[in-house]
Each structure stands twice: as C-alpha cells, then as structure tokens.
C-alpha cells in the first residue's frame, strides 16, 4: 500500500492487480474484492489522501481480504475502525 496526502479533501484509491496475476478473469475478480472492501470502510478512512493497492495472486477469501486491507489501512494510521464485539 502507498499513500500521500492530497489537497481535495477526499480520499481517492487505486486499485492494481499484480503483473503476476494468472488471467484478466483473476485481475477483475481481485479488483472487485478489493472495490467491495473499500467501500465498506470508506466511511471510517481519513479523507485527503490518495492511497493505492496493489494485489497479488492468490487464492484469498472476502474475510481475508478485508482483513488485509484493514490491517494496512490501520498500520499507516487511515483509518479508524470501530471495535467488534
């Protein structure tokens, strides 16, 4: 994941299957998890950043990718996530 501020006051994000993926099948199926994933912690991202993704092959679950994208999102401090009961 990459990150840098931006001046819009919003979040953008790019989303970019590795060179590495098998097929266009496997690169839009990625591509569409991680849109999925995004849009349901937007709401708790910092906005004013643009922040890009890039995924590898593999053979991931919607729950492992979420999990993924929010370990990162929290590592570079983007994002707030309420706790989970």
Request: net charge positive.
């Amino acid at each position: 994941m990459w990150h840098k501020r931006n001046d819009l006051g919003l979040t953008r994000v790019l989303l970019s299957p590795s060179r590495k993926c098998r097929n266009a099948v496997e690169r839009n199926h990625n591509k569409r998890q991680g849109r999925e994933v995004f849009r349901r912690l937007k709401e708790y991202v910092k906005p004013g950043f643009d922040i890009a993704f890039v995924f590898f092959p593999g053979d991931y679950s919607y729950q492992e990718r979420y999990q993924q994208i929010s370990d990162l999102l929290k590592k570079a401090l983007l994002c707030d996530l309420p706790v989970l009961n």
